[in-house]
């Protein structure tokens, strides 16, 4: 029995973009770094929910896989990502963005 | 499959190697393991291996043929930086993550499964950010590493949402299924068309193509000058070769489609970067900028080759390579020597204080140029012809007029050499990289006459 029926992957597919728009806003608006690396969570979760309600339209599990392996990139990229978070955090005793214009033109 | 394996064990021990202390043995591995890399893409040559590990890469003469170039210019890279990483005691790591990069160089040229596409962007990408930040207490550095890492996720996050839409689209990641399902749509569907869209996007961040090209000057200019020149070869003949199997293979039968989007923003980069160039005073911002009017130039590449034919990028890339790779090493000499001093006056009276530093840049921005008889002219030749048979007449002009601008910068920098100045030292290398600039030197004239030769290239 389908739990819910009246959810097609139209829905899912209206609630990733609604979740990726917000990480993308986010991530050029925010001037805190903390909340921007959150954003870029956001964006991929995004992408995952998108990959797991196609995967179940189509009803192969290739994509299911496949989020798996960005989640593992994820936290690969979130352990270089804080890694430089902590490097600026040091010389500059702030994580606001506004401090980083040392190079325009 | 061996090519994978040997970069990404020799990564493996240079790590290693630090661990037991054997830091000698650290340059020695990394370079013989380019060079076996280079032997087996020749001994492999033609031989088409099948498909490996559930058709997710495919060693095919493409795949080796990038390889091949992308090994032979981070060879020489690892070679000609070894007065930059010299006693550092954090050169085993930088080598080590230099390393893992070109294995994700290798799997971006190889793959046939849009996974493979995104795993291969994220390991070439990752020890990058890495690398642009290496320089600790510098906060140009800092910022370059912190642009480049939100930047390179957010063009991630994009070219990811692109890919879960095509699999929405055709239900399958492997290039062979989504070929045969979209080329039996007589035009894309919404979804895929969206997703075509955003993949396209998330390159055009990565290969710092205008309108997404502003995170590339900062970056370039704040990372340490080894690192972007690495960025600037390695990093964005990757890219290239990853688009154009995307681009003129899978999604080639939608070309009347993109075309002229392509064509817009090669149009586009060529403009906005040859002119903001034309104004820098910053000598490492300018080959940044010029940088990316070259990717401006292999996007017409990709737009032209609709039957496939990657020759032309292949040159392309080879040549603005070796190029490039010369020019930001050089500078990297002259500003070490003057207290990180990046500008023209940098450059004053080079010819005199070095004159084999010298000759190497002019030979390397005349290239960069296109000023026969150097390669660079023949590259862009060959663009500009494959561009024209398409039937973009009005890409070829503005390619042309904006090669003019680009001949002015890149000649104030000689100017800045030939400009004799008082009582200036000399600008001391080795010998060893004195031969090295000699040989890349050599490379820019010697393929100029390698290519022209007819029947070579067509």
């Known amino acids: ?105 | 499959m061996k090519e994978l394996l040997i970069v990404s064990l020799a990564g493996i021990a240079v790590l290693a190697a630090d661990v037991i202390k054997f830091r000698k043995a650290v340059l020695p591995i990394a370079v013989a393991s380019l060079f076996s890399l280079i032997f087996f893409c020749i001994v492999d040559w033609g031989r088409n291996e099948n498909p490996m590990d559930n058709n997710m890469l495919l060693f095919d003469n493409f795949a080796l043929g990038f390889t091949a170039i992308l090994t032979f210019i981070s060879l020489c890279w690892f070679l000609i930086t070894t007065e930059y990483f010299g006693n550092d005691a954090r050169r085993t790591d930088l080598y080590a993550l230099t390393l893992f990069s070109i294995c994700g160089a290798v799997l971006m040229v190889s793959y046939t499964n849009l996974v493979m596409l995104f795993l291969g962007i994220e390991i070439l990408s990752i020890p990058l950010y890495v690398l642009a930040a290496s320089k600790k207490g510098d906060r140009l550095s800092n910022e370059a590493g912190f642009k480049y890492f939100f930047l390179g996720s957010l063009a991630s996050a994009i070219l990811l949402f692109g890919i879960a839409m095509v699999y929405g689209a055709t239900g399958s990641f492997d290039l062979g299924i989504i070929s045969t399902a979209s080329t039996a749509m007589s035009s894309p569907t919404p979804l895929l068309n969206a997703g075509i869209v955003m993949i396209f996007a998330g390159f055009a961040f990565k290969v710092s193509a205008a309108p997404f090209h502003f995170w590339a000057p900062d970056v370039y200019q704040g990372s340490p000058t080894p690192v972007t020149a690495f960025m600037a070869t390695v990093v964005k003949g990757a890219a290239f070769a990853a688009m154009f199997r995307l681009f003129s293979g899978t999604f080639g039968s939608f070309i009347e489609t993109y075309g002229d989007v392509i064509a817009i923003i090669s149009a586009l980069t060529l403009i906005i970067a040859n002119i903001v160039a034309a104004v820098q005073t910053n000598v490492k911002r300018l080959l940044a900028y010029s940088s990316i009017s070259h990717a401006g130039f292999m996007l017409g590449a990709i737009l032209s080759a609709q039957n496939g034919d990657p020759k032309i990028l292949l040159y392309y890339i080879l040549t603005y390579g070796i190029a490039s790779l010369t020019s930001f090493i050089v500078l990297y000499h002259v500003s070490a020597y003057q207290q990180g001093a990046e500008d023209f006056n940098a450059f004053k009276g080079l010819v005199k204080r070095n004159p084999v530093l010298a000759g190497a840049m002019t030979l390397a921005v005349l290239s960069m140029a296109g000023i026969p008889p150097l390669s660079g002219f023949l590259a862009k030749y060959f663009v500009i012809s494959s561009v024209l048979q398409s039937g973009y007449l009005w890409l070829v002009i503005i390619m042309i007029l904006t090669s003019v601008v680009g001949a002015y910068y890149y000649l104030r920098i000689i100017i800045a050499m030939f400009t004799p100045l008082e009582n200036s030292g000399r600008i001391v290398v080795s010998d060893f990289q004195k031969y090295l600039f000699l040989l890349l030197s050599l490379l820019m004239v010697g393929l100029f006459f390698a290519a022209a030769i007819p029947d070579w290239l067509y």
């Open chain 1, 1 to 105: 029995m389908e739990l819910l029926p009246n959810i097609t992957v139209n829905h899912y597919l209206g609630l990733s973009v609604l979740l990726f728009c917000l990480g993308a806003f986010g991530v050029l608006y925010k001037r805190n770094a903390i909340i921007m690396f959150m954003c870029v969570e956001l964006m991929l979760n995004a992408v995952n929910l998108s990959l797991v309600a196609f995967s179940k339209m189509w009803g192969g599990t290739d994509a299911q896989v496949f989020v798996f392996f960005i989640m593992v990139v994820a936290a690969a990229e979130v352990a270089v990502g804080l890694a430089i978070l902590m490097m600026l955090y040091r010389n500059q005793h702030t994580t606001d963005t506004d401090v980083l214009n040392k190079m325009k033109g």
